[in-house]
């Protein structure tokens, strides 16, 4: 698939009338497909919603025609926003955590999915639950200490994610496999064997990094000694594959891979959950200014 630039994204929502509409309601960018999916039922009586192509260009094309007195107001993942203190203008509401699916695990979605695909017997047996009996336990007992899990779990990846982008490093993650390197019997990840796969993707994708192997390992153990909260540290897409792990492992016996997955967490999003958070309030607030 091509780039598409701000210029392009730009044309694209002035062709959908986003400069010419005076009235109704203002447009809402969202950053792709996926989004738009999950905030329509919440946010299509406040909000058009258009789908913008990426964050950056998503922010880039909303400060444009924001600037040229168009109605419309940007929705994007925050990513490190908050950690970095990255502030994108009036007009752009980011996520309260890292991205759309950490949202997800946060809320009440994240019960509702566990309940459709994991085990309550091998959850309890996973966290040693000596008191759990096969047939009656119910899953929604260890659904907190299953959120904590996946985000230790990730935690390690999403600090090296931000050591790359705080550093500038252009560390690559595309590709990289969580076999060898994840504990399936306790979703603990081997902090080594990351550092040395990242490196080696980062060689692959023609980039040089100026630090070797122990000097990332003394960064990465260094971010993770900041105490930043894990929600806005780890990636959504991360947690997803290490759920698809543990269900067909030690949650559950479900082979279903993990861009399922993650689709089936964006459908149990409630919209009423939703409309009492803050991005909302936000949003709303935006559309009536």
Partial sequence: MDHVTEEVLVARFIMLGVVSQSDGKPFLAVEGRSDRKAYQRALSTVYNILIGEGKGETVAAVRSLREDGARIVGFVDADFDHILEVDHGEGVVITVHHDLELG???SGAFERFLESYATGSKLGRFFEDKNAEDRIVDVSRYVDRARSQLLKAVAPIGFLRLVSRREGLNLS??????KGMLRVKDLTLD?????????????????????DESDLLKRLAEAESEGHDLAQVCQGHDLTRVVAIALRNTWGS???DADVLERALRLAFDVEEFRASAEYRELVKLASG
């Fill in 191 to 211: 902090r080594g064997k990351l550092v040395k796969r990242v490196l080696a993707l980062t060689r692959k994708g023609g980039n040089t990094c100026a630090v």
């Fill in 104 to 106: 997800l695990l946060m």
């Fill in 254 to 256: 479900n082979k279903t």
């Fill in 173 to 178: 993650f595309k590709g990289l496999k969580f």
